[in-house]
């Protein structure tokens, strides 16, 4: 059980370059988060998916795209990389039975520099 | 909108000192609270959570109360230990989603 897993674990991408990155969770989760983190601001939600196949706009959902196709994989598109998008991406998930409530599971996390 | 406020960070204590981490909330509802811990190149972990009034969450030590009248959850411990060393975040889920802090790093020293 490998609980919710996110690669690459580190990408360094030129300005206008784009890029997906995958996490996966093999705990049957209907629930999956993509977070920011950035110094000094805590964790933003960015996008949000409540089952395969649907995904919803969280905080900051400007300049990324996400997909949602496999219940397991939620996967978080970069089309055109910008610096102020450098930061580290978590991906979580959760059961989803008692909705956002529930104890959301994360991955280990992606550090992404845009230069 | 809701929002999480905690005491600004870095706290550096010796190992078997008492710890308070300090939160704040504002939210419209009666949110649901809690104390996620994030290791050195890892992800977070959830440590504990109170879902109403006067509940204690406690975990390895840890303890915090939801208190409504001063809308407030700080973290405690009675002796910390090199290992407790992370950053810490205060988080509340009312109308929705997940609403973080940003942060409390920790360092305990031998």
């Known amino acids: 059980n490998a609980g919710v897993t996110q690669t690459p674990k580190f990408r360094v991408l030129k300005t206008g370059q784009s890029m997906t990155l995958l996490c996966a969770q093999d705990?049957?989760?209907?629930?999956m988060y993509w977070y920011r983190q950035d110094p000094g601001m805590g964790l933003r939600l960015i996008h949000y998916?409540?089952?395969?196949?649907?995904?919803a706009k969280g905080e900051v959902p400007d300049g990324y795209n996400v997909s949602r196709l496999k219940k397991q994989n939620f996967l978080l598109g970069l089309e055109s990389a910008a610096p102020s998008q450098t930061s580290v991406y978590f991906c979580a998930s959760s059961y989803g039975t008692g909705g956002w409530t529930d104890t959301q599971y994360f991955g280990p996390g992606t550090r992404l520099t845009v230069l | 909108g809701d929002s999480v406020t905690q005491m600004e960070g870095p706290v550096t204590l010796s190992e078997e000192a008492f710890l308070t981490i300090n939160c704040t909330y504002t939210?419209?509802?009666?949110?649901?609270l809690f104390w996620y811990v994030q290791y050195p190149g890892e992800g977070l972990q959830l440590l504990l959570k109170a879902t109403k009034a006067d509940d204690k969450g406690s975990n390895k030590g840890f303890e915090a109360t939801y208190r409504k009248e001063t809308t407030s959850f700080h973290l405690e411990k009675g002796s910390v230990q090199v290992s407790d060393s992370a950053v810490y975040f205060c988080a509340l889920i009312d109308t929705g989603k997940l609403i973080f802090g940003q942060g409390t790093t920790l360092q305990v020293k031998p």
């Open positions: 939210a419209t509802g009666y949110p649901s």
């Open positions: 705990m049957n989760h209907e629930y």
């Open positions: 998916s409540v089952g395969e196949g649907t995904t």
